[in-house]
């Protein structure tokens, strides 16, 4: 059974920059089914979509935080990632690792998301 | 960015109720629209997808429908595993995939 697994550093420091990784197990991120999805909650509120990634390396930003987000894919290592620059406070949230099916038919993601990781809550503090 | 916005934000209901929650599009969206459910402390969980699509696994007392602006998550027969937080989320426009606030569904 397909698993996302979110990791990395629970605390980070107001200006650097957050970086996340999402391993998957029990199947290949190489399917050419589905792309592969970050999306946030701040405690308490509701859920952003951060970005996705195709296992080729083609990437989808939220126009909102596009100018700070940079995801990539390792099909070596069946995982994909997250980095967020220049972090505030207003970052402090959960962070989900998730998946989305691909349509072949129009070339486009369907933007639901049907499977998703634990989340990792990240801090952003001094 | 097209908004969406869910009511109620909080409904009380007893098990067995039958429940209805709505989610509005500040435009057209046709049926480009999913459901999700969430307990404290956990991942969403997809329920319904282009609008009224059962995901594989869910109760059928899960039912959504509508299409273009309105839409609604239905749950025939509350369950107590259905108390929690229901999201819709607009999957219509590039511009966002953006989530409506959410509707938590309490014990009366």
């Known amino acids: 059974q397909l698993q996302l697994q979110e990791s990395g550093p629970g605390l980070v420091k107001p200006s650097e920059t957050l970086s996340l990784t999402c391993t998957v197990s029990g199947g290949s991120i190489s399917s050419s089914s589905y792309y592969w999805g970050w999306i946030r909650q701040p405690p308490g509120k509701g859920l952003e979509w951060i970005g996705s990634i195709y296992y080729s390396g083609s990437t989808y930003y939220n126009p909102s935080l596009k100018s700070r987000v940079t995801i990539s894919v390792d099909t070596s290592k069946n995982q994909f990632s997250l980095k967020l620059s220049s972090v505030t406070a207003a970052d402090t949230a959960v962070y989900y690792c998730?998946?989305?099916?691909?349509?072949?038919?129009?070339?486009?993601?369907?933007?639901?998301?049907?499977?998703w990781g634990r989340g990792t809550l990240v801090t952003v503090s001094s | 960015d097209i908004q969406m916005t869910q009511s109620p934000s909080t409904l009380s209901a007893s098990v067995g109720d039958r429940v209805t929650i709505t989610c509005r599009a500040s435009?057209?969206?046709?049926?480009?629209l999913a459901w999700y459910q969430q307990k404290p402390g956990k991942a969403p969980k997809l329920l319904i997808y282009k609008a009224s699509s059962l995901e594989s696994g869910v109760p059928s007392r899960f039912s959504g429908s509508g299409s273009g602006t309105e839409f609604t998550l239905t749950i025939s027969s509350l369950q107590p595993d259905d108390f929690a937080t229901y999201y819709c989320q607009q999957y219509n426009s590039y511009s966002g995939r953006t989530f409506g606030q959410g509707t938590k569904v309490e014990i009366k």
């Open positions: 435009q057209s969206i046709s049926s480009w």
């Open positions: 998730a998946r989305h099916p691909y349509d072949f038919w129009s070339g486009y993601p369907y933007w639901y998301f049907d499977l």
